[in-house]
Structures are given as C-alpha cells and as structure tokens.
C-alpha cells in the first residue's frame, strides 16, 4: 500500500472512530434523558397524590378526572414499551421511540430477545441507533399521517434477527455496485460504512431492500 493510500485509510478510519464515539453519545444522552423523566415522574408522585386528594376532599370530581387525564398522557410520554429481555437493546429502542414519537412518527416494534447476546453493547447500539436514525430522517419527509417505522427483532436458532422498515416519500432506489448510495451527506454514509463492517465483523448478514414507498434493512448477528 502506497503512503497516500495508508494516509487516505488512516484518515478514514479516524473519520470513522469520530463518527462513532459521537453517535454513541447521542444515544447515551437520549436514554439518560428518558430516565431523568422518569425519576422526575416518580419524584412528583406524592404531589400528584395530594393534589387528588385535595380534590376529592372537596368533591370535584371533575378536576379529578381531569387531572388524571393529564397525569396518563404525561406518563405516556416516558413509558417503556419495549421490554425485550435486553437492558441495552430496551433502552436504545425506547428512547428511540420516543423521539419518533415527538416527531410525529408512529412505531410498530415487536422485539423479543430471550438468550444473553454476545454481540457487545456497544456495537448494538451503533448498529440499531443508525437503523433508527436513517428510518426516522427517511419518514419526516412523509405527511405526518403517513409516517410509520416497523420494527421486528427476535433469535432465530443462534441468530439475532433485526427487521427495520420504514415508509418513504420517494420511488424505489437503483443501486451502483450493489449498494445504495446515499445522498444525506457526510455523517449519514459514514453511519452505513460502520454498520456494514460491524456486521462483516461479527460474520453476519445485511440487507437492503427499496421498493416505491418503502425501504428494508435486514440483518442477521450470530449470537455463539
């Protein structure tokens, strides 16, 4: 390898080793921001608990009522509902969701993770944040109403087995030398070069399938 080729690889490769200590903390902050609602939630609990009973210690009903509505809808906004089985994986997806949510965007996610992986923490979260990242950039330039991101993750055999589609506004994407190319600038290529060498890495198998309104990204990570 010539120097100018060992200096472009080295460049790269920091490029890369950038881009992915910066998504890493982006996911970090996004879960850490989840609980901290939580916990702030469970913190105001005994207020919640003596407002209502100031209420129906003077019989309005209807303020009762109307502050439990409140209440459901606040919870609703931190609630965890994705328990796969996996610490990491349940934070990334419901923090994930969480932000799809605040932007519009409905999520169908069925995950179920009932083994120990051996894939690392922090590879999964690479992987599934950029997944959910790209699904979520693809969606907003849908109408709200037309949003949607499903999600299926579950072992098949050794095999964890990840499904991500999402609904998009465009017609069905060509691919140049077997790939997709990427037309959403610097970091967002850089985010598909670190899923596929992770995945090359760990002996898996990726994906990606468009159709006109539509794209699919498979991926199968041998979990021995």
């Known amino acids: 390898m010539g120097l100018?080729?060992?200096?472009?690889?080295?460049?790269?490769?920091?490029?890369?080793?950038?881009?992915q200590q910066e998504l890493i903390e982006t996911h970090y902050r996004e879960v850490d921001n989840m609980y901290r609602q939580i916990r702030g939630w469970r913190h105001d609990y005994r207020n919640h608990i003596q407002t209502m009973k100031a209420y129906a210690a003077s019989g309005d009903w209807?303020?009762?009522?109307?502050?439990?509505?409140?209440?459901?809808e606040d919870l609703t906004t931190v609630d965890t509902v994705i328990k796969t089985g996996n610490a990491m994986t349940d934070a990334?997806?419901?923090?994930?969701?969480?932000?799809?949510?605040?932007?519009?965007i409905t999520v169908h996610?069925?995950?179920?993770?009932?083994?120990?992986?051996?894939s690392s923490e922090i590879d999964l979260c690479c992987i599934l944040g950029n997944l959910f990242d790209n699904a979520?950039?693809?969606?907003l330039a849908l109408p709200e109403e037309k949003r949607l991101i499903r999600i299926y993750m579950d072992m098949k055999n050794t095999q964890l087995y990840i499904s991500f589609t999402n609904f998009t506004a465009g017609k069905k994407l060509t691919k140049t030398d077997g790939i997709f190319k990427t037309t959403k600038g610097e970091g967002h290529g850089f985010g598909l070069v670190r899923m596929d060498a992770i995945v090359e890495r760990l002996d898996g198998?990726?994906?990606?399938?468009?159709?006109?309104?539509a794209f699919t990204t498979e991926i199968l990570l041998p979990q021995l």
């Open 109 to 118: 996610a069925d995950a179920h993770i009932p083994v120990k992986l051996t």
């Open 205 to 213: 198998y990726i994906n990606r399938a468009s159709e006109d309104g």
């Open 136 to 139: 979520i950039e693809a969606s």
């Open 62 to 72: 209807d303020a009762i009522c109307h502050y439990l509505d409140l209440l459901d």
């Open 92 to 104: 990334i997806l419901n923090s994930k969701i969480s932000l799809a949510k605040s932007k519009g």
């Open 4 to 19: 100018f080729s060992k200096l472009f690889s080295k460049k790269i490769e920091k490029q890369l080793s950038s881009y």
